[in-house]
């Protein structure tokens, strides 16, 4: 059965390509990391880093891979694969496949395949090559929504796998391209620094799940604070209600008067306070009392007789504001005051063109929070379906403020989670239901161009990965991205880093110390003992620790051999074994 391939071309690092390099009928080599590519295996060139992106040729393969010089430094060595194209096309006036066009073939088929891979030969998914095919051929996209009736990137996403496959490697991506869809990028330099702007802008904000983490945390709750010697205590706004309340101000485009915003009427009392040492001076119909400092989601005010410090809440300033709920009691007077003074003060603005914007949550380890304990009833409204601008949107009233709360259709939530820590099948039901899920595996194939002396880095982890999903599952496997820095510096000392700092402690982690299945996944039960990682400890004497204790039963230790990680030999024999091991090796 044949298989399809991507292989990719980006124009700033090599000027061949399209109708300039590759012609039909031709046969033409082309780097390709991977080595699973065999002849009449299918493959498609995508143009990737310049305008137009997308796929300017296909063709099949006619030699598999092979070694030859690298075209960017001849003092070193690459690997290709020739092809033979059968048809160019080098812009979209010839028909070709733009990156939009391709992103639509995922939503068709409901995958999430990556079309801007990070090395050349990943294997295209069996329904999206059929698909694929067939719009090539024809130029013309099945029964697809419009572009504007598309949803590209789901309102929620997970993105999950074992541990070191770039998970949060390429949530970066993913949040930009969420939070600015049009958005191009020809570097990674250039990906990550439009994060960070977007980061200090407020537009995307990232954190991490732990056991420790709550609903307080993450939505609203009580915070302690002391005042001279009084202990007070303040209702405090959680990360998720505070990007909900910036996405809220930004989900529609259009001419707004300044005096309907919140958002810019408050930050015109901010502008105001900052100008006022002494603080705000505001008028009840009886009194006045003067506003002192704002802090997070607390107003402090000193009223016009007494020396006690008073506090409004912010959320509830803006609640009222927005006509979604009242206040009654002892502070009603001083909630309607302020209000009726930023609107006054929203006046004097002039009417501002909003313009939509989207907003990103990014939630590291999502599995290893209690998820019911931290949504709480927010759960149901983070479904696109009960989002604020869906028909069927839904608001619940918060039971700690008593505040109106629903989240807009502009707020996305991207989350990571590492199976080693938690399977799918123990996730809570209700995530699973209300996220789509994109898998990260390990991609051997990226590290199939890494020598280290004699040492094939992609071969030996596909190796490692296949005997651990036979003795676990292919939920611990280890990822690329640990060995990822060998790329640039395939040297001994770094993979002997690598080994001794990440891969053998995963190792211990992932079977319990159980130092025999440990070895079997280094092959260390077919190697001489010079070469083995895991070596018996012959020094352990029961006899001498245990004397005239004929009952104790010694069991077989194990030690780490550290002359081994120094040697090449000791890794190559993890994925090239020569049978089982002579007396004369041992």
């Known amino acids: 059965m044949t298989k399809c391939y ?32 065999k002849i009449d295996d299918r493959i498609y060139l995508i143009r990737l880093g310049v305008e137009p992106r997308g796929i300017v040729a296909s063709g099949t393969v006619v030699r598999e891979s092979f070694a030859d010089t690298d075209w960017r430094d001849p003092s070193k060595t690459k690997r290709y694969i020739e092809i033979l194209p059968d048809e160019t096309r080098s812009n979209p006036e010839q028909g070709m496949l733009p990156i939009a066009a391709l992103k639509q073939l995922n939503a068709k088929l409901a995958i999430q395949f990556n079309w801007s891979p990070q090395s050349s030969g990943v294997e295209i998914p069996s329904a999206v090559a059929t698909l694929l095919d067939a719009v090539w051929r024809s130029q013309e996209m099945p029964n697809m929504p419009a572009p504007s009736q598309l949803m590209t990137t789901p309102l929620n996403q997970i993105f999950f796998g074992p541990p070191g496959t770039g998970k949060t490697f390429v949530t970066i991506e993913a949040a930009v391209t969420a939070a600015e869809p049009g958005f191009v990028w020809k570097s990674r330099e250039q990906l990550k620094a439009r994060y960070d702007e977007l980061v200090h802008a407020g537009r995307i904000r990232f954190v991490t799940f732990h056991q420790s983490y709550s609903y307080e945390d993450f939505v609203e709750g009580l915070a302690a604070t002391s005042t001279d010697g009084k202990i007070s205590y303040e209702k405090k706004l959680g990360v998720f209600r505070k990007l909900v309340n910036a996405a809220r101000e930004y989900r529609t485009t259009e001419v707004r008067k300044a005096s309907d915003s919140f958002s810019d009427c408050w930050q015109a009392f901010i502008q105001q306070l900052d100008e006022s040492p002494a603080g705000v001076s505001i008028k009840t119909k009886r009194s006045q009392f003067v506003i002192t400092e704002v802090e997070d989601n607390t107003i402090r005010f000193d009223k016009n007789q007494g020396n006690s410090v008073h506090t409004l809440a912010l959320s509830t300033v803006q609640a009222v504001f927005e006509g979604q709920r009242m206040v009654h009691g002892g502070l009603q007077p001083y909630y309607d005051a302020l209000i009726a003074h930023i609107r006054e003060l929203g006046q004097q603005l002039s009417a501002t063109e ?4 989207n907003y990103v949550l990014v939630i590291d380890e999502i599995n290893r929070g209690n998820i019911s304990r931290i949504f709480g009833e927010l759960i149901t409204l983070i479904e696109p379906s009960k989002r604020i601008g869906a028909p069927e949107a839904l608001e619940v009233t918060l039971p700690l403020t008593g505040d109106k709360f629903g989240v807009p259709d502009n707020l996305y939530i991207i989350g990571t989670m590492n199976t080693a820590d938690r399977s799918l099948a123990g996730l809570d039901l209700a995530l699973r239901r ?25 071969a030996m982890l596909r190796v490692m990965n296949q005997r651990i999903t036979a003795l676990l599952d292919r939920d611990h496997c280890i990822g690329h991205a640990y060995f990822m820095p060998l790329c640039d510096n395939p040297s001994l000392p770094l993979l002997t880093d690598i080994f001794a700092q990440n891969i053998l402690p995963l190792l211990q982690e992932y079977f319990f110390e159980d130092w025999q299945r440990i070895r079997w996944v280094l092959a260390d039960q077919s190697k001489p003992a010079d070469f083995a990682f895991i070596v ?5 004497d029961a006899q001498q620790l245990f004397p005239n204790v004929p009952q104790f039963k010694s069991r077989e230790c194990w030690r780490l051999n550290t002359a081994a990680l120094q040697q090449a030999e000791a890794y190559r024999r993890i994925y090239q074994t020569a049978g089982p091991v002579t007396e004369q090796e041992a």
């Open 434 to 458: 209300r996220f789509t899920f994109v898998e990260m595996p390990p991609q051997p194939e990226l590290l199939d161009d890494v020598d280290v002396e004699g040492v094939n880095i992609g």
């Open 536 to 540: 018996s400890d012959e020094q352990m």
């Open 354 to 357: 909003v313009v939509r914007q």
């Open 6 to 37: 991507l292989l990719t071309w980006n124009p700033e690092n090599f000027k061949e390509g399209g109708d300039a390099g590759v012609k039909a009928g031709i046969p033409t080599r082309w780097s390709c990391h991977s080595q699973q590519p």
